[in-house]
C-alpha cells in the first residue's frame, strides 16, 4: 500500500485532529456494513468526512497565521525549547482519511522568518566587487597591533556571543599575542580582498517590537545581527579609519557615538521653540520610510568613498 506525504500541516493537533479520529471512525463503520449508498450510516460518514476537510482546508489556507500563534504562545509561556520541536508529518491512506503516523521533521519558522528578513536591495545592481588596492599595487590600508588593542579596549562588555561562542572578554583576556595576530590577519584579508566564510556569518535573532502588540504578526518583530566578535572588531577598525576621512553632517543622529534618538527630538525641540517663543509659524514635514534600509543604493555609497580616495 502506498503513502501520500504532506510535509506539514500546521494546527492538525488542534484543530484537525479529533475530526480526523471521527470521520476515520465513521468510515470504518461504512466499510464493515458494506459501504450502503444510503441511510444513517452513509450519511455520518459523508458528515464526518465533510467537516474534516473542512478543517483541514482551513488550517492549509492560514498557515502563516497558525505558525505565528505558535511561536506567539511559546514566547509568552517561556517555552524556548518547545519553541523549536517538531511538527509531524502527515500521511493519506488510500480511500481513508488522513492520519498522523508519528515522524518528525522541523518546523519552518525559522524558514519563515528568513524570508520576511531577507534584503532585496531595490535601486540598481550591485557591484561584484571593489577594488582594494592602491594605484601601484599596495596594500593601501595596514592595521597595527596598537589600533586593534585600541579597539577592543573600548568595546562593550557583556554582549551576546556569534555562531563561534566568543565574546569580547575572550579577547580582552587573551593575551598581548592576540593583537598582533588579528591585525596580520585583518591586513591580509585586504590584501586579498577576501573575507572567510565563518567571518560573514552572522546568527539572526527576531525581537518583538511592540509587547502589547499582536505577537502573532511576523510585522512585529525586527531582526538583530549577532555577529563574530573578530568581525566586530574588524568593523572597528575600518570605521576608525573612515572617521577619519568621512563628514556627516550635524543632524545625522543615528549609528554616531553619544548621540541617539533622544538627541534628534532635543534639537527639533528646540528649534521649534526658537521660533514660536518669536510668534513665527512653523512647518513640519515628516517622511517615514518603511524599510528604508532596504532602499539603499550600495553602488552610490561606494562611488563616494572612491571619490574621497582619488581626492586625497
Known amino acids: ?41 452513509y450519511r455520518d460518514m459523508c ?3 465533510r467537516v474534516f476537510k473542512s478543517r483541514l482546508k482551513w488550517c492549509q ?16 509561556n517561556g517555552d524556548f525549547r518547545g519553541f523549536w520541536q517538531c511538527t509531524k508529518k502527515v500521511n493519506i491512506r ?34 561584484a566587487a571593489v577594488n582594494a588596492e592602491g594605484p601601484m599595487g599596495e596594500m593601501e590600508t595596514r592595521f597595527s597591533a596598537k589600533e586593534v588593542r585600541k579597539i577592543i579596549k573600548c568595546m562593550s562588555k557583556g554582549k551576546s556571543p556569534g555562531h563561534d561562542g566568543l565574546s569580547i572578554e575572550h579577547l580582552q583576556h587573551a593575551g598581548q599575542h592576540v593583537s598582533r595576530v588579528l591585525a596580520m590577519f585583518y591586513s591580509l584579508c585586504l590584501s586579498h580582498s577576501y573575507l572567510p566564510c565563518d ?7 527576531p525581537v518583538v517590537k511592540n509587547k502589547t502588540g499582536d505577537l502573532a504578526d511576523k510585522a512585529n518583530y525586527r531582526p538583530i545581527s549577532l555577529a563574530t566578535v573578530i568581525a566586530k572588531v574588524f ?53 517615514d520610510l518603511s524599510r528604508a534600509f532596504d532602499l539603499v543604493s550600495y553602488n552610490v555609497l561606494w562611488q563616494k568613498l572612491e571619490d574621497i580616495r582619488n581626492t586625497m
Open 1 to 41: 500500500m502506498s503513502f501520500l506525504v504532506i510535509k506539514r500541516v500546521v494546527g492538525w493537533n488542534k484543530n484537525v485532529s479529533e475530526a480526523h479520529r471521527v470521520a476515520r471512525t465513521k468510515f470504518i463503520d461504512w466499510v464493515k456494513c458494506g459501504k450502503p449508498k444510503v441511510g444513517d450510516i
Open 47 to 49: 458528515e464526518s468526512r
Open 61 to 76: 489556507d492560514h498557515q502563516d497565521q497558525l505558525k505565528m500563534d505558535i511561536l506567539a504562545e511559546k514566547h509568552l
Open 94 to 127: 488510500p480511500g481513508l482519511p488522513v492520519s498522523v503516523d508519528g515522524v518528525s521533521e522541523p518546523r519552518d519558522i525559522a524558514n519563515l522568518f528568513r524570508s520576511h528578513f531577507s534584503v532585496q536591495p531595490l535601486l540598481g545592481r550591485q557591484v
Open 199 to 205: 567571518f560573514m556569518r552572522t546568527v539572526v535573532v
Open 235 to 287: 568593523d572597528g577598525l575600518l570605521d576608525a579609519r573612515l572617521n577619519k576621512h568621512v563628514t556627516l553632517h550635524d543632524n545625522q543622529f543615528g549609528f554616531r557615538p553619544k548621540l541617539s534618538t533622544d538627541s534628534a527630538i532635543l534639537c527639533l525641540k528646540h528649534t521649534i521653540r526658537y521660533y514660536t517663543d518669536r510668534k513665527t509659524p512653523v512647518y513640519a514635514c515628516f517622511l
